[in-house]
């Protein structure tokens, strides 16, 4: 996925977190064993989490887009590239 604007990451930052939690609904109701289930749970909410730290901080980089007049950090300007962790 790539995102090219602060909107876009927020953008797809949400649906993941919305997807992953989904998933999470889904384990919880599976019959899956006890032990199983709560690995992929744990594994899942902790997934979900880190995204939300990234909706979090993708929200406050657009609400202070003002501060960052002229800088591509503002909604519809591009995101500068970057290598992936």
């Known amino acids: 996925m790539d995102a090219y604007t602060l ?3 927020l953008r797809w930052q ?7 939690s ?3 609904e ?3 109701g599976s019959n899956w064993p006890e032990q199983k289930k709560r690995d992929v749970l744990f594994r899942m909410m902790h997934e ?3 995204h939300n730290r990234y ?3 993708l ?3 657009l ?3 003002g501060d960052c007049s002229g800088h591509a950090m503002r909604p519809g300007h591009l995101l500068p590239k970057h290598s992936p962790p």
């Open 48 to 50: 979900r989490a880190r």
């Open 7 to 9: 909107d876009d990451a």
């Open 14 to 20: 949400t649906r993941i977190a919305e997807a992953l």
């Open 55 to 57: 909706i979090a901080n």
């Open 59 to 61: 929200e406050v980089a």
């Open 63 to 65: 609400q202070s887009e």
């Open 26 to 28: 889904a384990v919880a």
């Open 22 to 24: 989904a998933i999470i």
